[in-house]
Nanobody, 125 residues
Framework: QLQASGGGLVQAGDSLTLSCATSGGFIGNYHVGWFRQAPGKEREFVAASRRSGDSTYYADYVKGRFTISRANAKNTVYLQMNTLRPEDTAVYYC????????????????????WGEGTQVTVSS
């Protein structure tokens, strides 16, 4: 199981750190992605971490503001979000993947087999 946590209500310019914890499996065996979905919008890719830990990927709209990192010993992947904007308001989800061609497919939600329940992030202006 996956569980995303750490969301909340913040003001524009603030920071939040989301956590994605797994139970029943070693998160180091999986690629992990963060996605988000705002009301009335499609789910979109945010960031991803290759299971080897040697590569991370970001959507252009969060690059330079968000950082994905792993703490495999804690079975947890984090999403540090800085300089939050109102347009970052969404439900954030983490998901795991074992796809072999991850470096080219990381942003494709269909490549993720397990999804956690989301955590709400609301950024006020």
């Amino acid at each position: 199981q996956l569980q995303a946590s750490g969301g909340g209500l913040v003001q524009a310019g603030d920071s939040l750190t989301l956590s994605c914890a797994t139970s029943g499996g070693f998160i180091g065996n999986y690629h992990v992605g963060w996605f988000r979905q705002a009301p009335g919008k499609e789910r979109e890719f945010v960031a991803a971490s290759r299971r080897s830990g040697d590569s991370t990927y970001y959507a252009d709209y969060v690059k330079g503001r968000f950082t994905i990192s792993r703490a495999n010993a804690k079975n947890t992947v984090y999403l540090q979000m800085n300089t939050l904007r109102p347009e970052d308001t969404a439900v954030y989800y983490c998901a795991t993947s074992v796809t072999a061609s991850y470096s080219s497919l990381y942003s494709d939600a269909r490549r993720y087999g397990y999804w956690g329940e989301g955590t709400q992030v609301t950024v006020s202006s």
